[in-house]
């Protein structure tokens, strides 16, 4: 365990402070044989066996996943996040201090387990970004789901935008430039995109045209060539005449609806 635990720690160096393309080539190396170092420990799930050092040994895989999460981000990895992610979930609200099993024992006036792992400092910063590459990929659903499982004054930390309220999503990009949170950066880069398209969908049904400026800033473009650029590469039906961005409103057919199918 002593030797896993010191290659955790090179681990965890090597990922938040990569020094190059050798020390990430070294860092996906410690991760790999840590993985499979960690498939032989029986307090894991999905054995789960309790032991003497079933908690140290539920840390060690914990750290790992947190290690293993933050090298996805920063490869821009979005399927290994979502593995990593949903795999550490597993030791933040099974085996730590989920803010859910906290207010249960809360309720049940029941003390906190010892076999339960420390709290740890990337808790809520990486809940945080998952909640944020929900955001990205529209799936709202879950988003809401998985929002009210954490306490709101703990999201504030790392994440003080408020991310619950989907009318308010513009207020997080105007604050892109000041991530609280190290992991945000490119989840906000994509974020934009994301909100670009929604409300391009939305203007090109609700206006017939709109000045170009106007329609620049209701795009969150910075200049007018950025967008003109942004129109050339993803709106082709749109035409730009003069100062005047003219859309094309998809057509839309109701159909025949049968009178007996309505009573």
């Not at 490869?75 to 550490?88: G, S």
């Not at 398209?197 to 609700?206: G, L, N, Q, S």
């Amino acid at each position: 365990m002593d030797h896993l635990e010191r290659e955790a720690s090179k681990l965890r160096a090597l990922v938040e402070n990569p020094a190059g393309p050798a020390s990430l080539k070294e860092a996906k190396d410690i991760l790999r044989n840590l993985k499979i170092a960690l498939i032989q420990l029986p307090s894991l799930p999905p054995t789960t066996t309790e032991s003497p050092t079933a908690v140290q040994e539920r840390k060690l895989a914990r750290d790992v996943l947190e290690s293993a999460t933050i090298m996805s981000v920063k490869e821009e990895d979005i399927p290994a996040f979502e593995r990593n992610i949903t795999q550490l979930k597993v030791y933040y609200n099974s085996f730590g201090y989920s803010y859910l099993h906290a207010l249960a024992l809360s309720v049940l006036m029941l003390p906190i387990s010892s076999d339960q792992l420390p709290k740890s400092p990337l808790h809520y910063p990486l809940l945080g970004t998952r909640l944020l590459h929900l955001l990205v990929e529209n799936r709202m659903a879950e988003f809401h789901g998985e929002v009210h499982t954490c306490p709101y004054t703990r999201l504030l930390q790392p994440t003080p935008h408020p991310l619950h309220d989907d009318s308010r999503i513009c207020k997080v990009l105007e604050a892109r430039t000041n991530e609280p949170n190290p992991y945000f950066k490119w989840f906000m880069s994509q974020l934009l995109q994301t909100v670009r398209e929604a409300i391009a969908d939305c203007a090109e049904v609700a206006y017939p045209s709109l000045a170009v400026a106007d329609a620049a800033k209701m795009l969150i473009f910075a200049s007018l060539p950025e967008f003109q650029a942004y129109v050339v590469a993803n709106k082709p039906e749109w035409t730009v005449t003069g100062d005047v961005v003219w859309f094309q409103a998809p057509t839309k057919h109701l159909g025949y609806i049968p009178s007996i199918s309505i009573v």
